[in-house]
């Protein structure tokens, strides 16, 4: 089992960066990809970003590519999740996830852990 704690959220104006961390502990990091989500007030969790075990292979969700950036440091057990040119649209909940194996995933499903999340308020 792996425990994840996600910090960094908090209130940015539209055009601003922030950047989330997830910390993990328990099972060895690197044995899992990992996953951003979020939740915005009313709507269902969506998928973020994602990036495989070793970091070699990320993907991201239209809505963010090309302003979010996932990485990881497995030496830190620590994955992050960059936001820049965030927009108002981007205020949710969100939170990281673990799945054991190589490979990443956009479905919530596919994965078996979670953090409780952070909140990402962005003002217009």
């Known amino acids: 089992q792996v425990q994840l704690v996600e910090s960094g959220g908090g209130l940015v104006q539209a055009g601003g960066s922030l950047r989330l961390s997830c910390a993990a502990s328990?099972?060895?990091?690197?044995?899992?990809?990992m996953g951003w989500f979020r939740q915005a007030p009313g709507k269902e969790r969506e998928f973020v970003a994602a990036?495989?075990?070793?970091?070699?292979?990320?993907y991201y969700a239209n809505s963010v590519k090309g302003r979010f950036t996932i990485s990881r440091d497995n030496a830190k057990n620590t994955v992050y999740l960059q936001m820049n040119s965030l927009k108002p649209e981007d205020t949710a909940v969100y939170y990281c996830?673990?799945?054991?194996?190589?490979?990443?995933?956009?479905?919530?499903?596919?994965?078996?852990?979670w953090g409780q999340g952070t909140q990402v308020t962005v003002s217009s």
């Open positions: 996830a673990a799945r054991a194996g190589t490979n990443w995933y956009i479905s919530s499903n596919e994965y078996a852990y």
């Open positions: 328990g099972r060895t990091f690197s044995g899992y990809a």
């Open positions: 990036i495989s075990r070793d970091g070699g292979s990320t």
